[in-house]
């Protein structure tokens, strides 16, 4: 069971991320609608894992969940960040990935594929 930190801005999408990880058995610890706050949030409750949507409103000078993960990562070099990306968003997974996020999935997530994911990262 991991300690898991969700972060996206859109509420259903939260939803739909937290009812699938309880059905893996994980903790949801967290929420965050931006970046910023899942950088605060991060700082406060140490998550094992953070799933992390790219595209976010910014907020102060976070502008989304790439600049999430450098920070995050410039905060803890072991953080474990999942992005959770849309179709058209390659370019901007590959720039996650060299910032230090350790795996991506596609939506609509399907189950059987964030419990592989998830499993690689415990
Ligand atoms: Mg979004």
Redesign the pocket.
């Known amino acids: 069971m991991a300690k898991i930190l969700v972060v996206?801005?859109?509420k259903i999408m939260r939803m739909s991320i937290k009812n699938m990880l309880h059905d893996l058995g994980h903790k949801v610890i967290g929420e965050a609608d931006s970046g910023y706050s899942a950088i605060e949030e991060y700082k406060n409750l140490h998550p094992d894992i953070v799933t992390m949507?790219i595209?976010?409103p910014q907020v102060n000078d976070i502008t989304d969940g790439i600049e999430a993960v450098k920070q995050i990562m410039a905060y803890d070099k072991n953080a474990k960040i999942v992005m959770i990306t849309s179709h058209g968003e390659q370019e901007k997974v590959i720039r996650a990935i060299q910032s230090g996020a350790s795996n991506y999935l596609l939506k609509p997530l399907k189950l059987d594929r964030l419990k592989e994911v998830l499993d690689k990262l415990l």
Do not use: F, S, Y
């Open positions: 996206d801005d859109a949507d595209t976010m």
